[in-house]
Nanobody, 123 residues
Framework: QLQASGGGLVQPGGSLTLSCRTS????????IAWFRQAPGKEREGVSCFSVDDGKTKYEDSFKGRFTTSRDHAKNTVYLRMNSLKPEDTAVYYCAAETTIGACSFIKGTYDYWGQGTLVTVSS
């Protein structure tokens, strides 16, 4: 129902844009979030786009480097990542929240998850 794509290998300092297609969702959804999970670490929140007001919240460590946007016509939410570092290497997931109606970085509040796309930052 959610399709994440756009991952790949990028050099340190480079940029990459991930896409999350939401066309497979049935019914309303209130927020689309990006999470990531690095090897051996817990899944962590990156950003959350609120459908209601069109605003995005970011976890502090990603502010200024990562940008989330939405193309409504294409049913796609993007995560633009700049100035990538080796520690950004992770599987990136998008998730949809359909019941609470608010953005959060709590994994359990999300009802649908994409399959994940691997980003590797390495020279």
């Amino acid at each position: 129902q959610l399709q994440a794509s756009g991952g790949g290998l990028v050099q340190p300092g480079g940029s990459l844009t991930l896409s999350c297609r939401t066309s497979g969702l049935v019914g309303n959804y209130y927020a689309i979030a990006w999470f990531r999970q690095a090897p051996g670490k817990e899944r962590e929140g990156v950003s959350c786009f609120s459908v209601d007001d069109g605003k995005t919240k970011y976890e502090d460590s990603f502010k200024g480097r990562f940008t989330t946007s939405r193309d409504h016509a294409k049913n796609t939410v993007y995560l633009r990542m700049n100035s990538l570092k080796p520690e950004d290497t992770a599987v990136y997931y998008c998730a949809a929240e359909t019941t609470i109606g608010a953005c959060s970085f709590i994994k359990g509040t999300y009802d649908y998850w994409g399959q994940g796309t691997l980003v590797t930052v390495s020279s």
